[in-house]
DNA sequence: GTTATGAATATTGAATACAAAATACAAGAT
DNA sequence: ATCTTGTATTTTGTATTCAATATTCATAAC
């Protein structure tokens, strides 16, 4: 008998895949918001019937990507100037849970790889690489969700950001924003070095409230 | 021609019908967790066929009601405690938030609303009403986080209480913690009055934090 | 020209039909 | 008796069909 376990077949139901595909497809801004989505177009776009595809909707409707309008379809959902408002301090406050959780939790090999990517953000910023800054940025903040240990947490921050992420906003990133964004995570890595936790959550829950603002400016020129 | 606007005729799809009436059956403990839905049964039960109630199956999927498995069904999530360890502390972070936001918006009004309903509460702590008095306590913090002002944080913190709603704790909280909590109250209900945020949100992070444990109490007895 | 009306068309909602997978069960092998 | 193995049944996944509603567009009235 072989020790090697088989890999399972992959197989998932259409409705999971669907959900997946228009999930990014929305969020990466693919989609534009307010796009009216008929499922006659989409059904023939991925090959597949209506049924799967309206079960995906219902899933992307429940998350508040998409909206449902009873007997007139679906629309990709706006994200309006108060949704950003609502989004961001409750972002903020589940952010300011996860690093505390995260100072009691965290190993020290989290650390140093949080310490790592950090280190190459801070390059990336120095070579105006907005791009690459945003997306070592991203990773950054997973990590100390992961290191929280609540999936639960994690599930609910990865959704809100889902949302707002459509904003685009890191496209427009005044100088000065981003030179303070960096200054801010100077201290956020200080912080959990030290695991203090407290101190974490302000540093946190500013730093989300500091983005709202770079969003709205972004937003409102 | 009239004044009167007519009242639109109500017409609703049936998914939706189908996921409030499943989801009350849940949160309420009428299925009961880790009971399996096979839709055969529930089809004919509701008197739809099986699409609109997969539909509503997908949308209590994502809100964590109900757990899909591939080709082999729908059943009600199972409470383990890990899942209290995690939903509490982030309702404990949210509440906080709303407290805080509630104290930068509420209305005199408001605030009188709620003391009434308090000194109601109080008035069944003395009875020993514990329903009722789970009701009022309700109402009251729904009262708070509508206060907030920030529909997408009520409609958060409303999906995670009914999560873990089906707990059913109430129902043997031992006469220290139930005095403890009246106290809380009354501590509450005088951080609101001051309209003093900060005191407010700590005040309900750690209400939050104690139900945690007499919620845990309770189950491991 | 603009607005109102109604038929034709398209789209969505729900039920049914069909396909694929899982479960239950019986017969045979060990 | 227990364990396989194969078959029947049930259940789930997807496609198709039918029905209800909304939209479009042409026509007519003003």
Chains 1, 2 share one sequence.
């Not at 801070?122 to 999936?151: C, M, S, T, W």
Request: charged residues 30%; proline residues 4%.
């Amino acid at each position: 008998m072989s020790i090697e376990i088989a890999a399972p077949i992959q197989r998932r139901p259409l409705h999971n895949e669907l959900a997946d595909r228009l999930r990014h497809m929305i969020v990466e801004g693919e989609l534009a918001p307010g796009e009216k989505l008929a499922e006659k177009e989409l059904c023939e776009q991925f090959g597949v019937s209506r049924t799967p595809l309206r079960e995906a909707m219902k899933v992307l409707a429940t998350e508040g990507l998409v909206l449902l309008t009873p007997n007139r379809g679906c629309a990709v959902a706006k994200l309006t100037l108060a949704d950003l408002d609502e989004a961001f301090p409750i972002m903020g406050a589940l952010e300011a849970l996860s690093g505390e959780l995260a100072c009691r939790h965290i190993t020290d090999a989290e650390i140093a790889r949080i310490r790592d990517l950090h280190e190459r953000m801070v390059k990336k910023y120095e070579a105006g690489a907005l791009r690459d800054y945003f997306k070592l940025n991203e990773q950054i903040h997973q990590l100390i969700l992961n290191a929280a240990r609540n999936p639960t947490l994690a599930q609910m921050q990865l959704s809100l950001s889902g949302r707002v992420r459509r904003a685009r906003y890191m496209a427009n990133m005044s100088p000065a924003r981003w030179s303070r964004a960096v200054a801010e995570h100077e201290k956020i890595l200080e912080a959990l070095s030290a695991r203090d936790g407290k101190r974490l959550a302000v540093l946190l829950k500013d730093h989300l409230a500091n983005k709202l603002q770079t969003v709205k400016d972004a937003l409102t020129e």
